[in-house]
């Protein structure tokens, strides 16, 4: 996908002014220049370009507020002066796989005070005799080279993060947290409820068919004392007439 293709993707209908991390890794600058990215991305803070055929950094907008640039694995030789120049707060700069090769072509970083960590993995300059002990000499602002400080001591996580884009984004998983928790709650909470209503639901269901029970068995107990005194009113009638013969015949 050419870059600025996918740039206009990665805004998602937002404005460049609001966009603080712009990734446009493995997409092709058809010219090998950064293309489609403006000095209206005035609050950018990340900038990640790797892996996307640059050869020069030359076309990189004025971005004040931009902390760290990635681009790493693409085909850079040189002309850093332009970093300096424009990216004046600039504290991570990521430029390992690329093509430097001697230590004066990193001179221009000297005017970055803010550069806190550079990485240079993969680049031939690497190879160079004290290497590691030149660069600090050269950017004595460096804490860190390749990931490790003067004393080879590895760089914390925290050390790699950009101020306030870090802390948004944990701001924003701790909040998701907790709501989900809170509509746990409410669900339990729910539950309970449902659970009280049907447990009093079941207790009338059951008391209602006890009387029912009761009320069947009452009927059919005044059914059978009727059926036990019918009997005995019939034999009575049947008896009358023979005690009228009796007392005709007395």
């Known amino acids: 996908m050419e870059m600025k293709k996918r740039v206009s993707l990665e805004l998602r209908h937002r404005s460049p002014t609001e966009v603080q991390e712009l990734v446009l890794d493995n997409c092709r600058s058809s010219v090998g220049k950064?293309?489609?990215?403006?000095?209206?991305?005035?609050?950018?803070e990340l900038l990640s370009l790797i892996n996307v055929g640059l050869t020069s950094v030359a076309d990189i907008p004025k971005l004040d507020k931009l902390k760290k640039l990635e681009l790493s694995d693409n085909r850079i030789s040189g002309g850093l002066e332009v970093l300096a120049?424009?990216?004046?707060?600039?504290?991570?700069?990521?430029?390992?796989?690329?093509?430097?090769?001697?230590?004066?072509?990193?001179e221009p970083l000297k005017k970055l005070?803010?550069?806190?960590?550079?990485?240079?993995?993969?680049?031939?300059?690497?190879?160079?005799?004290?290497?590691?002990?030149?660069?600090?000499?050269?950017?004595?602002?460096?804490?860190?080279?390749?990931?490790?400080?003067?004393?080879?001591?590895?760089?914390?996580?925290?050390?790699?993060?950009?101020?306030?884009?870090?802390?948004e984004d944990e701001e924003g998983e701790s909040?998701?947290?907790?709501?989900?928790?809170?509509?746990?709650?409410d669900v339990v909470a729910e539950d309970d409820d449902e659970d009280d209503d049907s447990g009093d639901d079941e207790d009338g269901e059951v008391n209602g068919e006890l009387d029912s029970e009761d009320e069947d068995e009452d009927e059919e107990d005044e059914e059978e004392d009727d059926e036990d005194s019918s009997p005995a009113k019939g034999e009575k009638r049947k008896r009358d007439p023979e005690d009228e013969d009796d007392e005709d015949d007395d």
Do not use: M, W
Not at 141 to 167: F, M
């Open 85 to 106: 120049e424009r990216l004046v707060n600039l504290t991570h700069l990521n430029l390992s796989g690329n093509k430097f090769k001697d230590i004066s072509t990193l």
């Open 113 to 167: 005070p803010q550069l806190k960590s550079l990485d240079l993995f993969n680049c031939e300059v690497t190879n160079l005799a004290d290497y590691r002990e030149s660069i600090f000499k050269l950017l004595p602002q460096l804490t860190y080279l390749d990931g490790y400080d003067i004393d080879d001591c590895e760089a914390s996580d925290s050390d790699g993060e950009v101020d306030g884009v870090e802390d």
């Open 34 to 44: 950064i293309e489609g990215i403006t000095e209206e991305f005035s609050n950018l």
């Open 175 to 185: 909040e998701d947290f907790e709501e989900e928790e809170e509509d746990d709650e």
